[in-house]
């Protein structure tokens, strides 16, 4: 007799978070009780609205023809020639309407704020990419929108500031801690918390308490849900590597997770500023433990005492303390590898894919390339690199031309 | 160990109690525990001592400046153990409340209860520790105390009620702390409703911070909460160099604790 077998299929890495929210030990609801109904309401209305087909068709129907989805998959011969390894395949988020993987989640929010009847929206800023892109939802769906940004963040990136006013937001300065995201977080919890019946927070990445970590990660999705048949359809096959810069890690968990089943390798790239030796860095799985920060729990920088430190990367969209809970966790269990990229690596990888390619990435998706770069020339031809260009550079020729020492 | 919280509201004698919330280590560790002590001289009949987290997002501007003058300073949750021993030492009746956030707790590692018992406190309030996510801190022999808030709504009391001990804060105003005002036509009727779900004491709090607005929370409930008026207080205090901030607190608390306690004896009239 054969010894007994078990026929059961392994359980899917896509089935969190569970009820209470939380991927292993990771994620969770640590809001305050004022917040509490608000969560628990939200999340009802978010299970409804995934049942429901006409959500889903007037999402599926904005992201065709007011963001322009699907964007293009695209063969990156000229850097994969450059490179002389692997084939480059690039995801090009970058062409979506206001230039970045954002609005992709910010549709899906502000359709459930709609639904559940709020009347005034409100978001948290770092490098203005999410700020813009939910200045735009509310100007598309007539909502009055207030932007929290960060003092220091806000006269590093006036040109996304002006985009905003533009579109009708106001743009409130933080001028609490380091004047960055975090304190831009803060700021957006005191004001959600002050008018709660009327407001409705749009969280620009996978953090926050749950439901905000699921709901965002399932409005991403798309990203790797188009990729995958994409590349099914250039190659007849999955790639061997699919790679994305992680801040919060919303645009890298688009990506990663519709193959995190598959057996595709899964490179998270964190930003490690002047390096992971230094205290100059964003990488908070390298350089962070488990804490507990603006509703979740999660990896942070934090000094001994439990008192969060400064992030530091050259690239503001990465220039966060903390990180999305499920890549916490995913990290945890190995599924997904997680490497450090430097603010010189990334300036680096930026320029190249201006020259080879004519494109220019945002700082953060210069991260991932900047790991393709790397990684590439050492592998055979016949193998397949995915990346996620998550955003296009132009927000950031300012930083790049200080960095270089180029006056504009 | 004996129950300082229960005693103390024992003891008050249908009046309503004065709770009193400094951040600790502010303006320095050295000055924490004689303004815990001028606290008590002026009236206090409960304190709350104010752990500092570098995001303190239930916070307004009164208290997050007192956060980071006590960070700056150089507390820890190790050395505000410390001070609550040294207090303890004077002082073995009033009730000792840690508020704050999560994470410095988290941060101090599994002896955290014991340590914090051994040293004198009575319990805490940590304002982002939902009931949902109590079980992620054994808080051991500790009083924890819940918050319920004006959006606390019938289907969801039960579930604050279930753990809580010590007394209930009531958050009179859905926002951060030292910003608007409760009517107190409805923190009567939010207390009214709590107190018949729950025995245990209804303390209120948010935007108390004249003794007039005391006085007239304390005629509707079993203690008034005070916080930020206190902070500012030792925040200017400090900016301007006194050379007596347990005095000037002593001088405030007094006056509030005056106002609380002739409430029920007004409002019984």
């Known amino acids: 007799m054969p010894e007994q077998i078990s026929l059961a299929e392994p359980a899917s890495l896509k089935a969190g978070p569970d009820t209470r929210g939380h991927f292993g030990q990771f994620g969770g609801r640590y809001v305050a009780e004022t917040l509490m109904p608000l969560i628990l309401d939200l999340e009802r209305e978010y299970r409804a609205a995934k049942a429901d087909p006409a959500f889903k068709a007037q999402f599926d129907d904005l992201m065709t023809h007011y963001v322009g989805r699907p964007s293009a998959l695209y063969y990156a011969e000229p850097l994969t020639k450059h490179l002389g390894g692997a084939k480059i395949y690039l995801k090009r988020e970058e062409l979506n309407h206001t230039g970045a993987h954002k609005i992709n989640n910010c549709i899906g929010q502000i359709l459930l704020a709609l639904r559940m009847g709020k009347t005034r929206i409100i978001a948290e800023t770092g490098a203005g990419q999410h700020g813009v892109a939910t200045a735009t939802v509310a100007a598309r769906f007539g909502l009055p929108c207030t932007i929290f940004m960060g003092a220091r963040d806000i006269a590093r990136q006036a040109p996304n500031v002006f985009r905003m006013k533009l579109l009708g937001a106001e743009v409130r300065p933080v001028t609490a801690g380091a004047q960055t995201l975090k304190d831009a977080m803060n700021e957006a919890l005191r004001d959600w918390v002050t008018n709660v019946h009327d407001t409705f927070y749009i969280i620009g990445t996978v953090a926050g308490p749950h439901p905000y970590p699921e709901l965002v990660r399932d409005f991403q999705s798309v990203i790797g849900t188009e990729a995958r048949a994409q590349l099914f359809e250039a190659e007849g096959r999955l790639p061997d590597v699919a790679v994305a810069a992680v801040g919060g890690g919303s645009n890298a968990i688009g990506l990663f997770h519709p193959f995190l089943d598959d057996p595709v390798e899964l490179v998270g790239i964190e930003a490690a500023g002047h390096g992971l030796q230094t205290d100059q860095h964003a990488a908070s799985l390298a350089g962070g433990r488990p804490g507990i920060l603006h509703g979740n729990k999660t990896y942070l920088l934090q000094d001994a005492d439990g008192q969060i430190t400064e992030a530091h990367s050259i690239s503001a969209g990465l220039d966060y303390p903390g990180i999305g809970p499920e890549h916490a966790w995913l990290h945890e269990i190995g599924r997904v590898r997680y490497e450090g990229i430097t603010d010189d690596e990334a300036l680096a990888a930026f320029q190249l894919l201006a020259q080879v390619e004519g494109i220019i990435p945002a700082l953060e998706s210069a991260h991932a390339l900047a790991w393709v770069v790397k990684a590439a020339p050492a592998m055979p031809k016949d193998k397949i690199i995915l990346v996620n260009l998550s955003g296009r550079g132009d927000k950031d020729i300012f930083t790049v031309a200080d960095a270089l020492g180029v006056k504009l | ?269």
């Open chain 2, 1 to 269: 160990m004996r129950d300082r919280l229960a005693a103390r509201f024992a003891s008050l004698n249908g009046r309503a109690g004065l709770v009193t919330f400094v951040c600790g280590g502010d303006p320095s560790p050295e000055l924490t525990a004689p303004i815990l002590h001028a606290l008590v001289a002026g009236g206090a009949d409960i304190i709350e001592i104010g752990m500092p987290f570098t995001d303190p997002m239930a916070d307004g501007p009164a208290i997050q400046a007192g956060n980071i003058r006590a960070l700056e300073a150089g507390i820890s949750l190790k050395k505000l153990l410390g001070i609550v021993r040294e207090f303890r030492a004077k002082d073995a009746a009033t009730p000792l409340i840690l508020m704050g956030y999560a994470n410095p707790v988290l941060a101090y590692g599994p002896g955290f209860a014991a340590d914090a018992v051994a040293a004198g406190l009575d319990g805490v309030i940590l304002v982002d520790l939902p009931p949902e996510e109590s079980g992620e801190l054994d808080l051991g022999a500790l009083h924890l105390i819940r918050l319920a808030t004006p959006t606390t709504d019938d289907a969801r009391l039960p579930t604050v009620l279930t753990g809580a001990s010590g007394f209930l804060y009531y958050v009179a105003v859905a926002g951060v702390t030292g910003q608007n005002s409760a009517d107190a036509a409805d923190v009567a009727a939010a207390v009214a409703r709590l107190k018949a779900a729950t025995d245990l004491p209804v303390a209120v709090g948010f935007g108390v911070k004249t003794p007039a607005q005391a006085a007239a929370i304390a005629a509707h409930a079993d203690a008034v909460v005070v916080g930020s008026a206190i902070v500012d207080l030792v925040g200017a205090a400090a900016a301007r160099q006194s050379n007596d901030i347990p005095g000037e607190v002593q001088a405030f608390v007094s006056s509030l604790a005056a106002a609380v306690r002739s409430a029920r004896l007004e409002s019984a009239a």
